[in-house]
């Protein structure tokens, strides 16, 4: 059974960064393309960035282009997102997924139950 799990939320100011980790246990890290997705309060989830199973493909949604970095050791069966310079329009519960290289949620098979990002100014 493959399970998601996140961590590295929490309550920033803005300018400020954070890295999220979410750990894949149950099957290897590399079967599978790896996506960082976000949900806002009162919002639709929209895609932060995805890898693909070997980390040489990456795809970033327009907030998060220039600002996130999304990466992955499958070694260590962990992914990553890096996020810099933080507004507080970044505030989100930041959900880990694990599937098919897509842009859309439809690609992932499994999911993590989310880290909260808080931004304040």
């Known amino acids: 059974q493959v399970h998601l799990e996140e961590s590295g939320g929490g309550l920033v100011q803005t300018g400020g960064s954070l890295r999220l980790s979410c750990v894949l246990s149950?099957?290897?890290?590399?079967?599978?393309?790896m996506a960082w997705f976000r949900q806002g309060r009162g919002k639709e989830r929209e895609l932060v960035a995805t890898?693909?199973?070997?980390?040489?493909?990456?795809s970033y949604g327009d907030s998060a282009q220039g600002r996130f970095t999304i990466s992955r050791d499958n070694a260590a069966n962990t992914a990553y997102l890096q996020m810099n310079s933080l507004k507080m329009e970044d505030t989100a519960a930041y959900f880990c997924?694990?599937?098919?290289?897509?842009?859309?949620?439809?690609?992932?098979?499994?999911w993590g139950q989310g880290t909260q990002v808080t931004v304040s100014s």
């Open positions: 997924a694990a599937g098919t290289f897509s842009i859309v949620a439809d690609g992932y098979m499994y």
């Open positions: 149950g099957r290897p890290l590399s079967s599978y393309a």
């Open positions: 890898i693909n199973w070997s980390g040489t493909g990456t």
